[in-house]
């Protein structure tokens, strides 16, 4: 069974600076692309950063300049360096693996509990 764990989320002021992980335990067929999202009360989810198995990178406008998305070398694990951090950037940050289902072949999609992401102004 796939298992997605974030962790480094937590309290920090404004410049200052959080990395998140995302350990995945389980195997994923295929992964096609890794990513963070966040949603802040009352908002919808919104996309952070995704990263494909290639190494193709693809960043919210909001925080392009400022994270920085990378995995290690088997994928297991996928960061999120995040410099610069504005209160606006206050959120729980959900990370997410998508791959393919073995037997159908079907797009299947993975998601962590979250980790809160509090910026202080």
């Known amino acids: 069974q796939v298992q997605l764990v974030e962790s480094g989320g937590g309290l920090v002021q404004a410049g200052g600076s959080l990395r998140l992980s995302c350990a995945r335990s389980g195997g994923i067929w295929r992964i096609t692309t890794m990513g963070w999202f966040r949603q802040a009360p009352g908002k919808q989810r919104d996309l952070v950063a995704t990263i494909t198995s290639g190494g193709s990178t693809n960043y919210a406008d909001s925080v392009k300049g400022r994270f920085t998305i990378s995995t290690d070398n088997g994928k297991s694990t996928v960061y999120l360096q995040m410099n610069s951090l504005k209160p606006e950037d206050t959120a729980n940050y959900y990370c997410?693996?998508?791959?393919?289902?073995?037997?159908?072949?079907?797009?299947?999609?993975?998601w962590g509990q979250g980790t809160q992401v509090t910026v202080s102004s």
């Open positions: 997410t693996v998508s791959g393919s289902n073995y037997y159908s072949g079907q797009k299947v999609d993975y």
